[in-house]
Nanobody
Framework: QVQLVESGGGSVQAGGSLRLSCVVS?????MAWFRRAPGKEREGVAA?????YYADSVKGRFTISRDNAKNMLYLQMNNLNAEDTAMYYC?????????????????????WGQGTQVTVSS
């Protein structure tokens, strides 16, 4: 059984940074961060398996990383803007996922955390 617990969300001004963390228990393969803003569809932000993969909206600003020794997944978010305001979710898959858009497909992930809120004020 995989359990995921996110932390690190908060309020920040535009241009600021936050680092989200996710404690991972259980065996996982691909992992990702998704987000959902009020009134918007759920969006894949960044994923990691054999390599990193990012949504165009965050490329160059966000960095996903994982520390398998510490059972942690991270999302470093820099140069935040108001459009990044959302609930952010840590997710995991029990299988590998082919590199590319599939890594940001929520249907590929069977395990989800409860989410951590990120609010960016302009």
């Amino acid at each position: 059984q995989v359990q995921l617990v996110e932390s690190g969300g908060g309020s920040v001004q535009a241009g600021g940074s936050l680092r989200l963390s996710c404690v991972v228990s259980g065996n996982t393969y691909a992992m990702a961060w998704f987000r959902r803003a009020p009134g918007k569809e759920r969006e894949g932000v960044a994923a990691i398996y054999a390599a990193d993969y990012y949504a165009d909206s965050v490329k160059g600003r966000f960095t996903i990383s994982r520390d398998n020794a510490k059972n942690m997944l991270y999302l470093q978010m820099n140069n935040l803007n108001a459009e990044d305001t959302a609930m952010y979710y840590c997710t995991a898959s029990a299988w590998g996922i082919p590199y590319g858009n599939a890594m940001l497909d929520p249907e590929r992930y069977g395990y989800w955390g409860q989410g951590t809120q990120v609010t960016v004020s302009s």
